[in-house]
């Protein structure tokens, strides 16, 4: 069964950082695409990062380029997302999400997700 569990979230004052933690399990990272979304408040889910190891695509939405990065460590099964210079309209809930194939980054493609952790950047 694939499970994800998006940890990391929290508050925190804009131009400052945070990591947020994607434990799965029931799948191999080499095998599947990873995306981190976020959902403010009163939009859509939106994809912002993405991921497949297998051939080295990552897409960066615009809005998070030269601040958000993607990792992971194989070894722990964990993705991470780490945010920097955040800002408030960073705000909302983040969650990670798995698909065997993520031709797109979008929540329309991902099958399986994570409950979500809440970020809120204040001003």
């Known amino acids: 069964e694939v499970q994800l569990v998006e940890s990391g979230g929290g508050l925190v004052q804009a131009g400052g950082s945070l990591r947020l933690s994607c434990a799965v399990s029931?799948?191999?990272?080499?095998?599947?695409?990873i995306g981190w979304f976020r959902q403010a408040p009163g939009k859509e889910r939106e994809g912002i990062i993405c991921?497949?190891?297998?051939?080295?695509?990552?897409y960066y939405a615009d809005s998070v380029k030269g601040r958000f990065t993607i990792s992971s460590d194989n070894a722990k099964n964990t993705v991470y997302l780490q945010m920097n210079s955040l800002q408030p309209e960073d705000t909302g809930v983040y969650y990670c999400?798995?698909?065997?194939?993520?031709?797109?980054?979008?929540?329309?493609?991902?099958?399986?997700w994570g409950q979500g952790t809440q970020v809120t950047v204040s001003s």
């Open positions: 999400a798995a698909d065997l194939h993520g031709y797109y980054c979008s929540p329309l493609v991902y099958d399986d």
């Open positions: 029931g799948f191999s990272l080499d095998d599947y695409a």
């Open positions: 991921v497949k190891s297998s051939d080295s695509r990552v």
